[in-house]
């Protein structure tokens, strides 16, 4: 039996990350099997979750999955787990239109009950009618209770208490106001490197909420859930696909079921733009986003790696690249310092980074044959951009069209959109469009 819970919070930073990864450490240190989720398309907290526990957070998002594929990755990664612990995104009914996709809408499909975190630094008894609001504004998303998070002390606390009893909410405890744990949130830059540095961080975080959370009766408001054992299944094909994935310091933006979508059609191999001098033999390579401005000089000084690439490329060879990883495939990635770094030079435009816009929101890419769902997340920009582009309709969550281009050339594409491939089937699509002269 496997207890389930979402962790949310009325709004963003008000510390859910925070406490999730002290509750990760803390059950983990009391001998739980713990298995992180994060609702939505986050790449960052994840990383931050299997720093806390062991276990890569899994992504589960209503925008790019369907029910059936939540419920699946549910089963297959928590197979093991004694507890599913699902990080929520933003404020808890905060979606892409109104709660749609939101963290409340995540609850109430799986029927699972939510442990909202309250920040109390500046605030005591009116906790009481924020607590009540979120609690009765939807009757089927079942709060389990709360957990307050920045407490300044003992009678601060007791003041918080009588909020809850007030209003008949329970309290499961608090996260004391401690100095410089501050989690970093969709950071831009942060490298594996230094999200390894919040190790001890989060053993400080852990330590506290060991003293003033009660994590046994937080299980036991969890869900019950029976997981049913799910394999990953090898998809028959005439020939299996040998995929190359970039995976370094510059690149590791990469959904854990995108991977397994390629295990399910061939083999999966791992190699580093950076570290490697030429790409593994492969029949299809994967590029995927993540920090290539952080790395300018290695990427463009691994002359022997992008010669292997566009080679690789110019001989008719399957590339799929997204954000980093089709910046990384142009001319050259100008830093923020306005200085331009030479790159692949396959793709004919550069991108900088030097006049930073943000461009974020989830993305339906609709062609002629296919519809593909993802996530742009990004503050670069393509410049000088003469690449030819697939007939395709780009949608952002309300239906409305967006200037994001599809890039083609030969059998390679590229885009600012991270796409979700996370079953055989979607992934086979996109491989039809490679090899589609249209």
């Known amino acids: ?17 925070t406490l999730t990864l002290g509750l990760l450490r803390l059950l983990k240190r009391k001998k739980n099997v713990v298995q992180p989720f994060k609702v939505g398309p986050d790449y960052i907290d994840p990383k931050f979750h299997e720093l806390a526990c062991g276990k ?28 599913n612990c699902i990080e929520g995104v933003m404020g808890l009914f905060d979606g892409a239109k109104k709660d749609k996709g939101s963290t409340a809408e995540m609850a109430k499909k799986l029927q699972t009950p939510v442990l909202l975190v309250i920040d109390a630094k500046a605030v005591a008894y009116s906790v009481a009618p924020l607590i009540q609001g979120f609690v009765n504004f939807d009757a089927a998303v079942k709060i389990m209770g709360v957990v307050f998070n920045r ?43 230094e999200i390894e540095k919040f190790d001890s961080v989060i053993d ?37 696909i040998k995929f ?39 029949d299809f390579i994967f590029l995927p986003g993540g920090y290539p401005e952080s790395h300018l000089k290695e990427l463009s000084s691994n002359t022997s790696m992008l010669k292997s690439i566009k080679t690789f490329a110019e001989n008719n060879g399957q590339i799929y690249a997204e954000c980093g990883g089709m910046m990384y495939l142009g001319k050259s990635i100008i830093s923020e310092s306005n200085i331009a770094f030479k790159m692949v030079n396959y793709f004919d435009f550069e991108s900088t980074i030097a006049n930073k816009k943000l461009h ?45 281009k ?19 089937e979607i992934l086979l699509q996109l491989i039809n469009e490679l090899n589609n002269n249209v």
Not at 1 to 17: C, E
Not at 218 to 238: E, G, H, P
């Open 204 to 240: 400080e975080i852990a330590d506290a909420l060991e003293k003033t959370i009660q994590w046994e009766s937080i299980l036991d408001a969890s869900k019950k859930v029976n997981t049913t054992s799910i394999t990953s299944k090898k998809t028959t094909l005439t020939k299996s």
């Open 360 to 404: 974020l929101g989830y993305r339906t890419t609709k062609t002629n044959n296919h519809i593909f769902k993802g996530h742009e997340f990004h503050y670069s920009s393509l410049q000088n951009d003469n690449e030819t582009t697939i007939n395709a309709t780009v949608l952002n969550a309300r239906d409305g069209e967006t200037d994001t």
């Open 56 to 83: 890569t957070g899994v992504n589960l998002d209503l925008f790019m999955m369907s029910q059936n594929e939540i419920d699946t990755n549910l089963n297959f990664y928590g197979k093991d787990a004694q507890v």
């Open 1 to 17: 039996m496997t207890k389930q819970l979402i962790i949310s919070a009325p709004s963003s930073n008000a510390g859910k990350t």
């Open 406 to 424: 599809i890039h083609k050339k030969n059998k390679v594409i590229g885009s600012y959109i991270h796409h979700y491939f996370g079953r055989s």
């Open 151 to 193: 407490v300044g002390s003992e009678r601060h606390y007791m003041m918080l208490q009588e909020a809850c009893e007030d209003i008949g909410v329970h309290c499961f405890g608090y996260l004391a106001n401690l100095k410089n744990i501050e989690i970093p949130s969709r950071h831009l830059g942060l490298n594996i490197q």
């Open 244 to 282: 190359a994935v970039a995976k370094d310091e510059a690149f590791n933006f990469i959904y854990p079921h995108n991977i397994n979508a390629m295990k399910q059609l061939g083999e999966v191999i791992f190699f580093s733009p950076i570290h490697d001098t030429e790409i593994p033999k492969c």
